[in-house]
């Protein structure tokens, strides 16, 4: 089975039909996920302009990243769960749309910036959320995801 073939039938599942031809389906999720990435970027920024010490220095990072990572967490499900079905009304044109395909790249480069995070820089901050390297994953994180919003956006204007 070929990548089209497998993207055609994706496509023509009885749930992707419903989505694309429903007057309501998709706009619904297409709203969820809107929402969704807007609670996982403010959730993530407000961690990484506490890490860059620009902002709530009265609060550990610890402590801010224990309050909102389960939101970013449920968020990025929810995204993941809204944008899969999205997708699947669409999927030969959306994985050939090179926005969609900078917002996947945009996506795993965040991944592996927040597991280079959690392994080797979260262990080594002090008491005021210094280490090396933190104010740099930190503004990476940024701008990563601010590359996964726009690219998002980008892909309503050539879908």
């Not at 807007?38 to 620009?54: F, K, P, T």
């Not at 990243?65 to 995204?79: D, S």
């Not at 999927?91 to 917002?103: D, G, R």
Request: aromatic fraction near 12%.
């Amino acid at each position: 089975m070929t990548f089209n073939t497998l993207l055609d039938s994706l496509q023509q599942s009885a749930p992707a039909v419903a989505i694309a031809e429903s007057a309501w389906i998709y706009p619904g999720l297409e709203t969820l996920h809107v929402i969704a990435i807007g609670l996982v970027y403010g959730s993530i920024v407000m961690v990484d302009l506490r890490l860059m010490g620009l902002a709530w220095r009265d609060r550990g990072v610890a402590e801010w990243i224990r309050t909102l990572l389960p939101w970013t967490w449920t968020a990025f499900a929810c995204a993941l769960l809204t944008g899969s079905a999205l997708f699947s009304s669409k999927a030969a044109t959306f994985a050939y749309n090179l926005p969609f395909q900078l917002k996947f790249a945009a996506i795993a480069l965040a991944g592996v910036n927040m597991l280079v995070f959690h392994a080797l820089v979260q262990p080594r901050l002090d008491a005021q959320g210094r280490a090396p390297g933190a104010r740099l994953a930190g503004a990476l994180s940024i701008a990563l995801w601010t590359g996964v919003v726009c690219a998002g956006r980008w892909i309503g204007f050539t879908i």
